[in-house]
């Protein structure tokens, strides 16, 4: 499960055109996508969340580092439901055939592939921060995946590719930031 589930997060990283079209013709859906991607990248996400809450905290507090674990969770769930959510009304205001929320789960967890792979990393190793820089890479694989998942035509495709990018570089910011205050507050 887990294995398989990084096989793909990295095959989306480093060869996206023919991950991506394999992708487009699974024919399992949406049991494929949660049971052997979403789920599994989630859990490594809480745990690498959690192992480097523990290790990074100034106490070594299982406190702190579940703490944590809940807030990565919440950020990259919220992420992948607002981002979905706001990409499936933008494919909606394209053709009303394109609107499946299903899909848009979809799209948005494979393109946020490169962003998983920062949260677990950043997690355990708090030092290499600066990573999130090429997390502008995440434009590529939305382009790739318009093409090959979505299917786009030619003069459809610039627009989406912009606010598809957008949604899956900023709404995880926002909700981090959002969550910071909240945090900080409480």
């Given at each position: 499960?887990?294995?398989?589930?990084?096989?793909?997060?990295l095959?989306?990283?480093?060869?996206?055109?023919?991950?991506?079209?394999?992708?487009?013709?699974t024919?399992?859906?949406?049991?494929?996508f949660?049971r052997?991607?979403?789920?599994?990248?989630?859990?490594?996400?809480?745990?690498?969340?959690?192992?480097?809450?523990?290790l990074h905290?100034?106490?070594?507090?299982?406190?702190?580092?579940?703490?944590?674990?809940?807030?990565?969770?919440?950020e990259?769930?919220?992420?992948?439901?607002?981002s979905?959510y706001?990409?499936?009304?933008?494919?909606?205001?394209?053709?009303?055939?394109?609107?499946?929320?299903?899909?848009?789960?979809?799209?948005?967890?494979?393109?946020?592939?490169?962003?998983?792979?920062?949260?677990?990393?950043?997690?355990?190793?708090?030092?290499?921060?600066?990573?999130?820089?090429?997390?502008?890479?995440?434009?590529?694989?939305?382009?790739?995946?318009?093409?090959?998942?979505?299917k786009?035509?030619?003069?459809?495709?610039?627009q989406?590719?912009?606010?598809a990018?957008?949604l899956?570089?900023?709404?995880?910011?926002?909700?981090?930031?959002?969550?910071g205050?909240?945090?900080?507050?409480?």
């Amino acid at each position: 499960m887990f294995r398989g589930a990084i096989r793909l997060l990295l095959a989306i990283i480093f060869s996206p055109k023919e991950t991506w079209k394999e992708l487009s013709i699974t024919k399992d859906g949406d049991k494929f996508f949660e049971r052997n991607y979403l789920f599994p990248i989630f859990i490594l996400i809480a745990l690498a969340s959690l192992i480097g809450g523990y290790l990074h905290a100034d106490q070594h507090l299982l406190q702190n580092a579940v703490k944590n674990m809940i807030i990565s969770v919440i950020e990259i769930s919220a992420s992948l439901i607002i981002s979905s959510y706001l990409l499936n009304e933008y494919l909606g205001s394209i053709s009303l055939k394109m609107k499946d929320i299903s899909k848009s789960r979809q799209f948005m967890a494979y393109a946020s592939a490169l962003n998983y792979v920062l949260y677990i990393l950043v997690a355990l190793l708090d030092d290499l921060f600066f990573l999130w820089m090429f997390s502008i890479y995440a434009a590529y694989l939305v382009y790739i995946g318009s093409l090959e998942f979505i299917k786009l035509s030619e003069e459809k495709r610039s627009q989406f590719v912009v606010i598809a990018s957008l949604l899956v570089l900023f709404v995880p910011f926002i909700i981090k930031n959002v969550l910071g205050h909240i945090i900080i507050k409480a």
